[in-house]
Nanobody
Framework: QVQVVESGGGLVQAGGSLRLSCAASGSIFKINDMDWYRQAPGKQRDLVAGFTSGAVTTYADSVKGRFTISRDNAKNTVYLQMNNLKPEDTAVYYC????????????????WGQGTQVTVSS
């Protein structure tokens, strides 16, 4: 079994910063990818930042220049540094990990965390 746990959310004023963390644990054989999504009330869940082709980063246009995704492969952890936060960044932030387990090392499955709330006040 695999667990994905996000942390670091909270309440911050506009212009402030937060750093989110996402750690995957359990019977992990290999992690193919870990990405950040967010979902505001009444809206769909959208990609915020992620890695493509293993090492290349991708960002939603709305966060380019303000958010930075990074990872520590040894810790199975991905981070999201969020600077110059805006009220429209308010959402639940979710992490997903695409993982192959020791039980089935040739099959990748997507696992989601429970989400962490980010609220930006104006």
């Amino acid at each position: 079994q695999v667990q994905v746990v996000e942390s670091g959310g909270g309440l911050v004023q506009a212009g402030g910063s937060l750093r989110l963390s996402c750690a995957a644990s359990g019977s992990i054989f290999k992690i193919n990818d870990m990405d950040w999504y967010r979902q505001a009330p009444g809206k769909q869940r959208d990609l915020v930042a992620g890695f493509t082709s293993g090492a290349v980063t991708t960002y939603a246009d709305s966060v380019k220049g303000r958010f930075t995704i990074s990872r520590d492969n040894a810790k199975n952890t991905v981070y999201l540094q969020m600077n110059n936060l805006k009220p429209e960044d308010t959402a639940v932030y979710y992490c997903n990990a695409i993982v192959a387990t020791h039980a089935n090392p040739y099959k990748y499955t997507m696992y989601w965390g429970q989400g962490t709330q980010v609220t930006v006040s104006s």
